[in-house]
């Protein structure tokens, strides 16, 4: 059954599978800079992963960036709102993983007027790769005796039947500036990156850069990514005029740490594709990222086990291919 999961891969955090959900506990909203706040998702062993949350000051109301995967996670962004006395009026999605749209449905029930933009990979996505991983789901449904983990498993399900409910009534196609909740921000948008369509925000009054899954810690979520192009996404972010990154997974970064994240990872793609023992890979990683990341080192070695298979994988090639 352990092979069986690990095909599941990154939406369901893959190797390190447990039943039990993420705790609230540790959602804490806090203001970043004046008029941006971060929600910092949970990513550990034996959880499913929410992606960070970043909410900004729009004159029509909220802006939410990413909406977690877990119920405690979005009622802590709808908690926020109602102390902040202002409707959501806007939800931009990074990307489609389960653990940045998955709360998209929660908040349209509570503001049916919101808006939600991002690209359009979801759509491929759910004849795709989530197609798949709902079946996988499926076949180890019936086989799991532990009450909490087969929840978890059809919490799964239900999130990708959600389907339209997750999507965008406003798609991103192009890169530029643009006027969301009456705040002004630049939005990129790029393409067989981390997916097929990954969406990023940079507020220039704040100088602060919103990427998503381009930046993720405490390692780079490969499995639908074509690691290449993220590379190239990275250096076209660097041209960026920002102070502050706040990535997809992880703690803001300054722009000495971003730095330091892209010579990373531009590291472990050499790394990966040379003849370099895979422990080597692992080991470089790890020092590397050891200043920027809070993640448990045990954990960040495990994640680069796997990833560094999937950097050297087939797959990962003929992601690069289209």
């Not at 369901?12 to 959602?27: E, M, Q």
């Not at 800079?33 to 499913?48: A, C, D, K, M």
Request: proline share 4%.
């Amino acid at each position: 059954m352990i092979r069986r999961m690990r095909r599941l891969a990154f939406v369901f955090a893959a190797f390190v599978v447990a039943g039990a959900l993420a705790s609230s506990a540790a959602a804490q909203v806090h203001e970043v800079v004046p008029g941006i706040w971060l929600l910092r998702g949970t990513f550990t062993p034996g959880h499913q992963p929410d992606g960070n949350t970043i909410v900004f000051d729009g004159t029509d109301g909220l802006i939410v960036v990413d909406t977690g995967r877990h119920v405690a996670h979005t009622q802590a962004i709808l908690d926020f709102a109602k102390q902040r006395n202002r409707p959501i009026a806007a939800v931009v999605n990074s990307h489609w993983h389960l653990d940045h749209i998955g709360g998209n449905a929660m908040i349209r029930d509570a503001y049916p007027n919101v808006h939600v933009y991002a690209s359009n990979a979801l759509n491929g996505a759910l004849t795709g790769f989530l197609a798949n991983y709902k079946k996988q789901l499926q076949g180890v449904i019936p086989e799991t005796q532990d009450a909490d983990q087969r929840t978890a498993y059809e919490s799964e399900v239900h999130l990708i039947d959600l389907g339209t409910k997750l999507a965008p009534d406003v798609v991103i196609t192009s890169s530029g500036p643009r006027t969301i909740a009456g705040r002004t921000l630049r939005v990129g948008l790029e393409t067989n990156s981390v997916t097929a369509g990954d969406v990023w925000l940079f507020d220039e009054s704040r100088s602060v850069l919103v990427s998503g899954d381009l930046i993720t810690l405490p390692a780079p979520f490969l499995d639908t990514a074509c690691p290449s192009r993220w590379g190239e996404s990275l250096d076209r972010l660097a041209a960026l005029d920002f102070d502050l990154v706040i990535p997809g997974h992880g703690a803001p970064m300054t722009r000495k740490q971003f730095t330091a994240y892209q010579s990373a990872y531009h590291a472990l793609v050499s790394c990966a594709a040379s003849t370099n023992e895979k422990q080597r890979c692992i080991d470089d990683w790890t020092a590397a990222i050891r200043p920027l990341s809070d993640a448990d080192e045990k954990f960040t070695r495990s994640l680069m086990g796997y990833y560094v298979d999937v950097l050297r994988s087939d797959a990962a090639k003929a992601r690069c291919a289209g």
